[in-house]
């Protein structure tokens, strides 16, 4: 790139580091590319950059004392390397003795990590051998300049800043779980408006019972009682018929609202259920249980409370003015001078407030995280004696939510006193007006009174619809989260028109058979076929690709070249879960849910009879030991099934796949966790397994293959 620095580096760099970063070129160097940085060395969330250079590599870090920059420059022999695990990126330099440095950063950055690690390499040949690296990213983008891949026409950086919806818009795609409750919505919508104007006739009766009845007894006349009583049940009546239009709109909408946000709760859950796991590989547990809970509990109050408040606010202060501009229009004119003031207000501050509260979700997240970690991990926790580490862990991701949040309420603490102090300003400006028309005898008082009363109605309510943009950005933050889930589409989706398979034989058939995690080929041109019935042994060092090729045949990702057939139909026309349904699966380390044994060995089957679970049980070798728990089959297994040993529960594993009576077995490292006394227990209870199946058996222990047909020996993900 031949751009001088005033037109490449402070052109493409991020507009916040443009200062700092041009303060670290010379004036002859080239920005090449760059990555904005998001995880620090312990993986928390901290913004750094790093940037190639035609000279040098620079990467500001941050530090508690500020930003820190360390540059290296290029040498022939370094290299970087990119690569990602369970959703977390890094890229690595090193030399031919040495790693110099590590940089890490979530999946969505991985695109620009690429071009990163490719202008570094494009460079890094020029220094060693004086010639360009043929690159597969030659069109670059015109506005950020960074590469765009061969056949693109789209940035994928710039196209996602300029259509990024602001996150309100987010609340009107609820409407999708309301639609099926529109006629409820509206007429809770009517009684709203109906209730609205019944609080609305008191201030208007003041008016006659001032001028007509106090004013003429001041004045020496007698009261009219009949006058008075109209008017006393006449103010009597609309509070009653308030009260009552009140309640039932303020019924109607909870149970709406309830309901929206149960579907809503239930939709991202269930779509969730849905994703492939390639989707919670990159995902922290209690983040995803963060949005499906608290978020939808959040939109769920918005809902019920705050926007029928909001509603009832928008009809009261639209109504208030009509009659305000009906009794006197110099007085209501009076009135709205500061409104378009406090309307600019809430402009400004919603943005903030925006921005603001989608950083507390994400900081929110950060301590569900540590809790999910450390409470299923407690075991561990207390066997390396690290309480005061995650205590410290919970202790700084609390500080840093805290300071998030200080930052924010400084915002809304200034805010909300600035719209009170203009309704009363605004309350002044009546009343002297008031008082100066009633002196010229241009009103009277009644009419200044009843003005007086709707007027603080109008500021009441203007000042509570002014509170409620807090909600609203906390509500449109939390739909916008929602709806990351809801908008994420499967990496195996279901086929447009899936093929039956009426009866099961078992033949599995691999053709040229490729997998890439991220930019890692993992599983590459493999081509294997297993007859109905065989049982085949997987076995190579770790790494070698048997889990990933186990998975593949599960389904649980999709190849990226080749094909996978069950009984000649590739398994891509066949309904996921009806293709599962063949698949028994018993893993390494086995997962029991909370609940009985007998729940957990039909966790398959739901409508198993007791007759079947104990059979199954029987053929796994656990009916005797589950015959000593307190309460047999009905005992309770505890979190995570902690309440047995790793044998007991491998065994009842073994059971939960012998109910489902599969065609196709799966075993990953079946006996790899226990004892050989308790590997002799298993194995006879999967030798009643495997019988009359399809297995795939990955084990490192030969004993536990001494029944395969074949072994299959990987390594590098080829069967070597």
């Known amino acids: 790139m031949n751009a001088s620095l005033s037109a490449n580096a402070n052109f493409m760099l991020p507009f916040e580091w443009k200062a700092s970063a041009s303060a670290q070129l010379s004036p002859q160097e080239n920005v090449l590319a760059w990555i904005e940085v998001d995880l620090d060395t312990q993986l928390q969330f901290a913004k750094g950059l790093l940037i190639v250079t035609d000279q040098r590599l620079l990467s500001a870090n941050p530090r508690a004392s500020g930003l820190e920059w360390q540059c290296w420059t290029l040498q022939s022999g370094w290299v970087m390397d990119h690569f990602d695990y369970a959703g977390v990126g890094t890229l690595s330099l090193r030399s031919s003795s040495e790693q110099i440095a590590v940089w890490r950063f979530t999946l969505n950055h991985n695109v620009l990590a690429m071009r990163l690690q490719e202008a570094f390499a494009a460079r890094l040949e020029v220094i060693t051998h004086g010639r360009a690296l043929q690159s597969s990213l030659t069109a670059r983008c015109p506005q950020c300049k960074l590469p765009l891949e061969v056949e693109g026409d789209e940035c994928p950086v710039c196209n996602r800043e300029q259509h990024a ?16 409750y529109r006629w409820q919505l509206l007429a809770g919508f009517l009684l709203t408006l109906a209730s609205t104007a019944a609080t609305l006739v008191p201030p208007y009766l003041t008016m006659p019972l001032m001028d007509d ?59 969730l259920m849905r994703l492939s796991l390639e989707y919670f590989g990159g995902r922290r547990t209690g983040d995803l249980m963060n949005r499906i809970g608290a978020e939808t509990d959040r939109i769920n109050v918005f809902l019920s409370v705050h926007l029928l408040d909001f509603a009832t606010d928008i009809l009261m202060i639209l109504m208030t003015a009509v009659i305000l501009l009906s009794i006197d229009i110099r007085l209501a004119a009076a009135t709205l001078l500061p409104l378009p003031f406090i309307i600019w207000l809430i402009h400004v501050v919603r943005d903030k407030l925006r921005t603001g509260f989608e950083k507390i979700d994400r900081v929110w997240s950060e301590l569900t995280n540590v809790l999910s970690d450390t409470i299923p991990g407690i075991r561990v926790v207390k066997a390396f004696a690290q309480e005061r580490r995650e205590a410290n862990r919970f202790r700084d991701a609390n500080k840093h939510n805290m300071a998030v949040n200080d930052r924010i309420n400084f915002v809304w603490s200034l805010f909300s006193p600035t719209v009170t102090l203009m309704t009363e300003i605004g309350l002044l400006v009546v009343w002297g007006f008031g008082i100066w028309l009633v002196s010229k005898d241009q009103i009277t008082v ?116 080749g094909s996978i057939a069950l009984d000649g139909v590739d398994i891509k026309q066949l309904k996921v879960a009806d293709y599962r349904r063949h698949i028994g699966l018993v893993l390494q380390e086995p997962f029991l849910f909370f609940g009985t044994i007998a729940d957990n060995i039909a966790y398959g089957m739901p409508d198993a009879t007791r007759e079947q679970i104990v059979a199954a049980a029987r053929a796994a070798h656990a009916h005797e030991f589950i015959l000593r728990m307190p309460q047999g089959y009905d005992s309770l297994v505890g979190e995570r099934g902690q309440g047995l040993s790793g044998g007991e529960r491998q065994r009842i594993s073994i059971a939960r796949a012998l109910l489902i009576n599969p065609r196709i077995l799966i075993l990953d490292e079946a006996t790899s966790a226990v004892d050989t006394e308790t590997e002799k227990e298993i194995q006879n209870a999967l030798d009643n397994l495997v019988r009359g199946r399809t297995t795939i058996a990955i084990a490192h222990r030969l004993s536990t293959l001494r029944k395969a047909d074949r072994l299959v020996v990987m390594d590098k993900g080829l069967i070597v």
């Open 165 to 180: 919806p602001l996150s309100t818009w987010g609340l009107f795609r609820l409407w999708r779980f309301a639609h099926p």
């Open 213 to 271: 009845v106090l004013i003429p007894f001041q004045n020496g006349q007698d009261i009219d009682h009949d006058l008075v009583a109209l008017y006393l049940g006449g103010l009597f009546a609309a509070a009653a018929l308030a009260w009552i239009l009140g309640w039932a709109k303020t019924y109607i909408l909870a149970l709406v609202s309830e309901r929206i946000g149960a579907d809503l709760r239930t939709t991202a859950y269930e779509h």
């Open 446 to 561: 009644g009419v200044l009174t009843a003005f007086l009363a709707y007027i603080g109605r109008f500021y009441t309510r203007l000042d509570s619809m002014s509170r409620i943009v807090s909600t609203t950005q906390k509500a449109a933050s939390g739909a916008k989260r929602i709806f990351e889930i809801l908008d994420h589409v499967s990496s195996v989706p279901e086929p447009v028109n899936p093929v039956a398979l009426p009866k099961v034989e078992g033949r599995i058939t691999l053709t040229n058979a490729s997998f890439r995690y991220g930019n890692r080929a993992v599983i590459k041109q493999l081509n294997l076929d297993i007859k109905p019935g065989e049982m085949i042994g997987l076995v190579g060092h770790s790494g070698s690709g048997k889990s990933t090729l186990v998975n593949l045949m599960c389904r649980f990702y999709d190849l990226s070249e």
